[in-house]
């Protein structure tokens, strides 16, 4: 059954990511960018081809959103799927999952004013114009413009998983506290996956701290700039921009122009505040 890991753009899913396939796809907590793999990226075309499903047709594709899960659901127990979309109703006909093909969520929010840096650096846009992004509504193209994504305003994409929390199928991770304490918060996380798969609860500390050495953000960084990364995009000059910029290292602070933090803490207020951000 399928496990979600949601978030909206830069807001530390590859970091999760990283830490679950170093923990449940490794045997001793060696991380590489090839074990990302084993998470797969929801929507893309290689799961609609497979049902001879015309991928140029976006509303087909939203018709067999959950007939795909169905076929991805039979390959295994416990399956992983990053994904950016908003949990809506596709042309306000077409759920994109339900109850009975998904085990449950994580979520991953960040700090918008630090999210917008970060967004605009990834697609080498301003900080502006990617402001307006994060406000409005917004359909995008996946990593590899394949499909199209509809992943929403920031606050509409945080909201809208929350329908799993009345089946308490819904662990939300802030960035922030995944940072500051990744055993901690990591360690909760292979609970609540545990919890949702009624499979017992063992904790390999030993690995954990393996993993977490592994996946720091300077290691990461590293191997970006030895190996490359697939994730990171290419800006008009043809160069690859770096996906481990900042990390840790943004801080609205000292980047954000005040014009710009007050139109997000204005927009997101009712979240913001939820979430301890303002």
């Excluded at 042309?91 to 918008?112: A, E, M, Q, T, W």
Aim: charged share 30%.
């Amino acid at each position: 059954m399928i496990v979600w890991l949601a978030s909206y753009p830069k807001s530390g899913n590859t970091y999760l990511r990283s830490l679950l396939v170093s923990y449940f796809f490794s045997k001793n907590g060696n991380f590489d960018f090839k074990l990302l793999k084993n998470i797969k990226q929801f929507p893309t075309n290689d799961f609609f081809t497979s049902l001879d499903i015309d991928t140029k047709d976006k509303y087909q594709v939203a018709k067999n959103y959950i007939k795909a899960q169905e076929e991805i659901n039979k390959k295994g127990n416990l399956i992983f799927l990053k994904t950016h979309s908003s949990f809506c109703k596709m042309y306000d006909r077409f759920n994109f999952s339900d109850l009975k093909n998904s085990l449950g969520v994580i979520y991953i929010v960040r700090d918008p004013r630090n999210v917008v840096n970060s967004f605009a650096h990834h697609n080498s846009k301003s900080i502006e114009a990617t402001s307006e992004v994060l406000i409005n509504d917004l359909t995008i193209g996946n990593e590899k413009n394949e499909l199209e994504v509809y992943l929403g305003s920031w606050n509409f994409n945080y909201n809208s998983w929350k329908v799993y929390k009345s089946s308490k199928k819904y662990f939300l991770i802030k960035y922030e506290d995944l940072v500051s304490n990744p055993k901690k918060i990591f360690i909760n996380t292979l609970k609540f996956i545990h919890q949702i798969s009624n499979s017992k609860t063992i904790i390999d500390e030993i690995k954990i701290e393996k993993i977490l050495e592994e996946t720091n953000f300077s290691k990461m960084r590293s191997l970006e700039k030895k190996y490359g990364f697939d994730e990171a995009k290419t800006n008009e000059s043809g160069e690859r921009v770096k996906f481990f910029n900042l990390g840790p290292q943004n801080n609205w602070k000292k980047i954000l122009d005040p014009q710009i933090r007050k139109k997000i803490e204005t927009s997101f207020k009712i979240e913001m505040k939820e979430l301890g951000y303002i």
